[in-house]
């Protein structure tokens, strides 16, 4: 096994001549970026934790992408540019001189059928504005995350991201339905369907989602969008303890049923990271637990009446502590800012390590509280947060600054504990750079030897987003 804090040798690819450069910039003229300023925004990571140095970016098309083959350097897709490199493990970032493959032009929306509710579109558009764009016409997009105002839909297609609406519209696995690909030969992959239902042979696509850009390049994206609801609520409540904070999940299960489209939480430490960093004031009394659940339906009466009944029956039965409820949207917006803008807080606290941990739902808080045993005084700030509803933990760590000997304390640590628990190591940010040696606490051998197979047989010079999501053990 791989050391797994190591970093990986370079690999043998071509270097970028100036040769290269010239031959490059002809064909896509103002589209090959090597102005060192430009591309230092392209080779640092949105949590400024990992750098590369590559030279080069190239601003897409299918061409672009045949003539690096050519040369047989390493291609890293990324939705570089003024938007993206959103991800959280160190994926989209190069780890040497990878020429950067930016989709942030390809930004178009190609059809869109009101009746079925189909949208296509390029990889490049940015998720808020195919939100924009959808709402306008009565329907929304099946994911929603705290970065749609950067995130390009092809970065979220190749990490799968899971969002704030995955317990309503279930993960991009279900909802995207057509995926064109460029393979790391050249070819073309048209399996841009727009069928709900289409058993002919493998469901080649479910390869790309989640591949994180080591298996191919996405250049277009065809998704199920569920109609935009007409009636939308959000409540911000408090809970004294975890357990009450699950009976409180389990009970808007019952309750608010077919409705419910969020079950999110935060703890007091998170709170206390908003309020000192973003000067966001904490809508109710001080609680140790926070929970944001939405409900979406086509009937606001109705909705309101069984959201009245939830609320009345979680605080006679002292489930929650305290709470406010948002029917508007401004309200609604400020609500869910609570939860959506704790990362930017941790950004404001320190550096930041990040854990993104499936468990079985009752097991979740209990490892930020062993986690915060463990480290003693060591760390600034531990946090826990997430997607309750989906059993999807994210443990945060801070410190003043980047610190080696924290690192060692917190991983394997982290990685052993969920393990223990059957969970995931990664629930939906990906491997990236970061996580890709600690695949085997989530995945039996056999498993990771036929991804490297599967790699191997799509991408065989290894040219793709090199040093990414396989251990180094397979390379
Ligand atoms: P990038 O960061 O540019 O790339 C991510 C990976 O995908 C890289 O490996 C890259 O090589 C690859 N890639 C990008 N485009 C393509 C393409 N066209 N073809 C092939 N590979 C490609 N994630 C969640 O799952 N849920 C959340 O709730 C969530 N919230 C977030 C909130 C914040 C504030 C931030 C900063 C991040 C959040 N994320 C979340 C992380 C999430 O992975 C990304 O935000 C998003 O999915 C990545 O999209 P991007 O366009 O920025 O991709
Ligand atoms: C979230 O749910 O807020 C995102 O996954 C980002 C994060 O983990 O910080
Ligand atoms: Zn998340």
């Known amino acids: 096994r791989p050391s797994p804090a190591a970093a990986p040798d370079r690999l043998p690819f071509s270097r970028i001549t100036q040769e290269d450069l010239a031959f490059f910039r002809k064909i896509l003229p103002g589209r090959a970026v090597?102005?060192?300023d430009l591309l230092e925004s392209s080779n640092v990571d949105w949590l400024k934790s990992v750098k590369g140095e590559s030279e080069f970016t190239s601003f897409h098309l299918k061409i672009y992408f045949l003539v690096v083959i050519i040369f047989n350097s390493s291609i890293l897709t990324s939705s570089a540019g003024s938007r993206g490199n959103t991800g959280l493990v160190g994926g989209s970032v190069p780890v040497y001189d990878e020429i950067i493959l930016s989709t942030a032009l390809m930004n178009?929306?190609?059809?869109?059928?009101?009746?079925s509710g189909i949208l296509t579109c390029q990889a490049g558009c940015v998720l808020e504005n195919l939100s924009l764009y959808l709402e306008d016409r009565e329907y929304i997009m099946p994911?929603?995350?705290?970065?749609?105002?950067?995130?390009?839909?092809?970065?979220?297609?190749a990490t799968?991201?899971?969002g704030l609406r995955l317990l309503r519209y279930g993960s991009l696995r279900g909802t995207v339905l057509g995926l064109e690909v460029v393979l790391a030969d050249g070819r073309v992959l048209d399996c841009l369907a727009t069928l709900r239902k289409d058993n002919t042979g493998y469901d080649l696509k479910q390869l790309f989602i989640g591949s994180e850009g080591t298996l191919g390049v996405i250049t277009s994206v065809s998704i199920l969008?569920?109609?935009k609801p007409k009636s939308v609520n959000v409540v911000f409540l408090g809970?004294?303890?975890?357990?009450?904070?699950?009976?409180?999940?389990?009970l808007s299960r019952g309750m608010l049923g077919e409705i419910l489209s969020a079950f999110e939480f935060l703890d007091s430490e998170c709170m206390r990271l908003l309020n000192t960093?973003?000067?966001?004031?904490?809508?109710i009394s001080d609680c140790p637990f926070y929970v944001v659940i939405e409900t979406s339906g086509s009937d606001s009466t109705h909705d309101g009446e069984k959201l009245h009944n939830f609320l009345e029956e979680a605080m006679t039965s002292s489930l929650v502590t305290d709470g406010t409820v948002a029917t508007e949207d401004s309200k609604i917006k400020a609500l869910w800012s609570m939860r959506e803008r704790v990362t930017e807080a941790l950004t404001h606290d320190g550096f930041t390590y990040k854990y993104d941990i499936s468990l079985p739902v009752e097991r979740i808080y209990q490892l930020v509280t062993d986690m915060r045993e463990h480290l003693g005084n060591r760390a600034k700030s531990v946090v826990g947060y997430g997607h309750v509803g989906?059993?999807?933990?994210?443990?945060?760590?801070t410190s003043p600054a980047k610190d080696p000997a924290l690192l060692a304390a917190i991983e394997p640590f982290v990685y052993e504990w969920t393990a223990s628990c059957n969970g995931s190591i990664s629930a939906e940010h990906g491997l990236g750079l970061k996580k890709r040696n600690y695949i085997y606490y989530s995945k039996p051998s056999q498993a990771v030897a036929l991804m490297g197979n599967i790699k191997a047989m799509l991408d065989p010079k290894g040219i793709l987003n090199p040093y990414k999501t396989l251990p180094d053990d397979l390379k």
């Open 390 to 397: 989906d059993g999807n933990l994210h443990l945060n760590v």
């Open 277 to 283: 960093h973003l000067k966001l004031r904490n809508p």
């Open 143 to 157: 994911l929603d995350l705290g970065a749609k105002g950067s995130c390009h839909i092809g970065g979220n297609v």
């Open 34 to 36: 090597t102005d060192p």
């Open 225 to 227: 969008c569920p109609r």
């Open 239 to 250: 809970c004294e303890t975890f357990e009450q904070l699950l009976k409180t999940f389990q």
């Open 108 to 115: 178009n929306i190609l059809t869109f059928d009101s009746i």
């Open 160 to 162: 799968n991201a899971g």
